[in-house]
C-alpha cells in the first residue's frame, strides 16, 4: 500500500513538472516586428482588393506585425503597410517553435526562428486577387 502511494506521488511529480516544462517553450511573442516579404500578387478580376496589401507588378512589400496581446498561446495584433492596417489572430503551436495566423482574408504560417526572428508564409485566394509570399520579421529592440 505505501508502496502504491509512493508510486502514485512520483507519478504525480513528474506530471505535473513535465507540464511547467510545457509551458516555459512558450515563447512572448508580444511586441513590434519589422516584416520584409517577397512575392506577388494574380489577379482573378479587373484589379486587386482594396485590403489586398500586394498590388500588380510588386515583388517586395515592408510592413510591421504588432503583437498586441498573448493569452498563453493566443496572440492578437495587427499587421500595417502602407496600403494599410489589418488584425490579425493567432495561435502559437504546443511545442513553441510555430505560430498560424489569420487576418482579414488571409493566413500565415510562421516559424518561430528564435526569440527576435520569425519566418513566414503568406496566402490568400479570393475572387479580386491571389497572394503568395515568404517573409522574415524582427523584432524591433
Known amino acids: 500500500m505505501k508502496c502504491t502511494a509512493l508510486v502514485a506521488t512520483v507519478l504525480s511529480l513528474l506530471l505535473s513538472s513535465s507540464f511547467a516544462l510545457a509551458e516555459d517553450k512558450i515563447p512572448s ?3 513590434k516586428w519589422d516584416v520584409e516579404t517577397k512575392g506577388g500578387v494574380m489577379l482573378n478580376s479587373d484589379k486587386e482588393s482594396s ?3 500586394w498590388t500588380p507588378g510588386q515583388n517586395v512589400l515592408n510592413g510591421q506585425l504588432e503583437i498586441i496581446s498573448q493569452d498563453d498561446r493566443f496572440v492578437k495584433g495587427t499587421y500595417t503597410s502602407q496600403r494599410g492596417s489589418e488584425k490579425i489572430i493567432g ?3 504546443s511545442d513553441g517553435k510555430f505560430m498560424y495566423s489569420v ?3 488571409g493566413f500565415v504560417d510562421w ?3 528564435g526569440k527576435d526572428k520569425l519566418e513566414g508564409v503568406y ?3 479570393k475572387p479580386s486577387d491571389s497572394v503568395v509570399a515568404i517573409g ?3 523584432r524591433q529592440k
Open 29 to 31: 511573442l508580444v511586441g
Open 51 to 53: 485590403i489586398t496589401h
Open 91 to 93: 495561435m502559437i503551436s
Open 103 to 105: 487576418d482579414v482574408d
Open 111 to 113: 516559424r518561430i526562428v
Open 123 to 125: 496566402r490568400h485566394a
Open 136 to 138: 522574415i520579421a524582427k
